[in-house]
């Protein structure tokens, strides 16, 4: 897959702040993609007690989920643990790790937020924009927001609110149990993002694409043929 040329990164927390804020304004909040036929799924972990990141891609056809093809990358770890600042020191590696996949992605699903975070620019939003990929951030907590109690059905789902704001949807992927955060990336809406996690969520309460990725970077399986 082609990674587009970016800025170099920040080296401080000010810097990166200043380029979320800068790179913000890109974000599309509508649909932008046609036909899907691949799903990805993103997902970062870290060795050697932080000093390396582990980045996974699973790619998955869609709609029948099916595994077509993995890529890890290992890369020293360059930023330092900063909360909303997260993107800055996962996605150098996630790019590394996307650059070897043949397959470009219709649709990226991130382990993360996307809109729904201080500066409206999750990692969703920043690899979204970074690649110029369709992408959802789906997060297993809440980071900012508040919202009303979620039914216990599957596929049950309430706004999720910041400043009288929608930043995401608080989404319940599978019954009695614990929701999932959704909010849009880049180049969908947040009405298609639920339809898409749904869509991704046949069993589970995480997504295929997140529970495949999430192996990968966590080391619990090797890495798989492509």
Not at 150 to 174: F, H
């Amino acid at each position: 897959m082609h990674i587009p040329d970016h800025e170099p990164w920040p080296q401080t927390a000010q810097a990166a702040v200043q380029l979320q804020k800068q790179l913000c304004s890109q974000v599309i909040t509508y649909d932008d993609f046609g036909d899907i036929r691949y799903v990805a799924g993103v997902d970062v972990g870290f060795e050697s007690q932080g000093k390396i990141t582990r980045a996974a891609v699973a790619i998955l056809t869609w709609p029948d989920l099916n595994l077509h093809e993995t890529a890890i990358a290992r890369q020293p770890t360059t930023f330092p643990y900063i909360p909303g600042l997260l993107s800055f020191r996962e996605i150098p590696t996630v790019l590394a790790a996307l650059a070897q996949v043949k397959t470009t992605p219709d649709l990226l699903l991130c382990d993360g937020q996307g809109l729904a975070h201080p500066r409206r620019f999750g990692i969703a939003c920043h690899l979204g924009v970074l690649v110029d990929l369709p992408s959802i951030g789906v997060a297993k907590s809440r980071l900012i927001g508040q919202h009303d109690p979620v039914d216990q059905n599957r596929g049950s789902w309430q706004p999720l609110i910041d400043k009288d704001e929608r930043i995401g949807a608080v989404l319940r992927t599978r019954a009695n149990t614990k929701p999932l955060y959704i909010s849009l990336g880049h180049r969908i809406s947040l009405d298609s993002a639920i339809e898409y996690v749904l869509s991704c969520t046949p069993r589970y309460r995480l997504p295929e694409t997140t529970r495949w990725a999430d192996k990968l970077a966590s080391s619990k399986i090797p890495l798989p043929e492509s």
